[in-house]
């Protein structure tokens, strides 16, 4: 017994020496590391500019780690602040073109909290450490341009009909690339709304463009939530009701990440041409979100179905034809 106790009174001295030795270490690091993506810089710089997808690329828990932007982003550079179990890291991100795609520079500098101290003493630094992670955040943020945002098919289904809605709305103009952000802003929106007034809605959420893309890179557009019965708003609210009675579409699904959406109206144009369909101008096209955020994050897996309205094939009246009588001639015969 007396000698377990001194293995134990000498584990517990060699351990707080242990931690008094890896607490008097510095805890200021400076790591970079760099990946080459097959992407362009724009499409790597914007990913990684978006907050919201951080914890799609990120090597640390969702609840492990916060981003938050610190200045304008480029498509050269952006710059980040990480905080991480409580540690805030300067986070920064460099772009440079190469014939394959973007050489991504990743770097971060900061100070290392205990469990990151422990962990560098035992693996011989912070480089092995905060390196590794970096390098894992790469390797996602390449998996997910390359692999999940470029796995995608478009299914051209035909000329279908679209029934008799009625919706809830909310109405806005922005520039096209600017799109995917500010129409998720808005649909969250759209939710708490439905949300707070305890509305019965009938389907999933969709967009009726007024404009698809003008001249000038502009989207005039609505997102709409299907609902039970037609909803009456003040006037000057940001969110009214509206419907749309039942109308001839050509319909194409695209399976896979919104970016691929003009590859799927191409397609449809493409459709209505060989079949001489002409757009219907007095009805809106619809996109509709069958598999999207937030139920699925996977980009590969979402369903959009698009409905362009179409004209409805008009058959010119015939003449009516009307058989003359016909005389019978009779050969008289010579007398």
Request: glycine share 4%; charged share 25%; with cysteine.
């Amino acid at each position: 017994m007396r000698i377990l106790k001194y293995l134990f009174l000498l584990f517990l001295v060699l351990f707080i020496a242990f931690v008094v030795f890896v607490a008097t270490q510095p805890g200021d690091y400076k790591i970079m590391q760099s990946k080459e993506i097959a992407v362009s810089k724009e499409e790597v710089s914007n990913f990684i500019a978006n907050t919201n997808s951080f914890n799609d690329w990120s090597p640390w828990e969702a609840d492990e780690a916060i981003i938050t932007n610190t200045s304008p982003s480029t498509s050269d550079s952006i710059l980040q602040k990480i905080t991480i179990n409580e540690e805030v890291s300067q986070s920064s991100f460099h772009f440079q073109s190469t014939k394959k795609g973007t050489l991504v520079t990743w770097q971060m500098q900061g100070t290392l909290d205990l469990k990151s101290k422990i962990l560098s003493v035992l693996n011989g630094g912070a480089n092995p450490v905060i390196g590794s992670q970096l390098e894992e955040g790469l390797k996602n943020i390449n998996y997910y341009l390359v692999n999940e945002i470029g796995n995608y098919s478009i299914k051209t289904n035909g000329l279908v009909t679209q029934k008799a809605t009625n919706y809830i709305q909310q109405q806005s103009t922005c520039a096209v690339k600017d799109f995917e952000i500010k129409s998720k802003a808005m649909l969250q929106n759209m939710i708490s709304f439905v949300t707070k007034n305890n509305i019965k809605t009938t389907g999933l959420p969709f967009v009726r463009y007024t404009t698809k893309k003008s001249p000038d890179q502009k989207t005039a557009f609505a997102i709409c939530i299907p609902v039970a019965e037609r909803i009456y708003t003040m006037e000057g609210s940001q969110i009214s009701g509206g419907r749309f009675e039942a109308f001839d579409a050509v319909k194409i699904t695209l399976t896979g990440d919104y970016s691929h959406n003009d590859k799927a109206w191409k397609a449809a144009r493409g459709f209505m041409n060989k079949n001489k369909l002409t757009e219907d101008s007095a009805e809106k096209a619809i996109e509709l979100y069958k598999v999207s955020l937030p139920k699925e994050r996977k980009p590969s897996k979402w369903v959009t179905e698009i409905y362009i309205p179409v004209q409805k094939e008009r058959k010119e009246p015939q003449p009516e034809v009307v058989e003359s009588p016909t005389t019978e001639v009779v050969e008289t015969p010579e007398q």
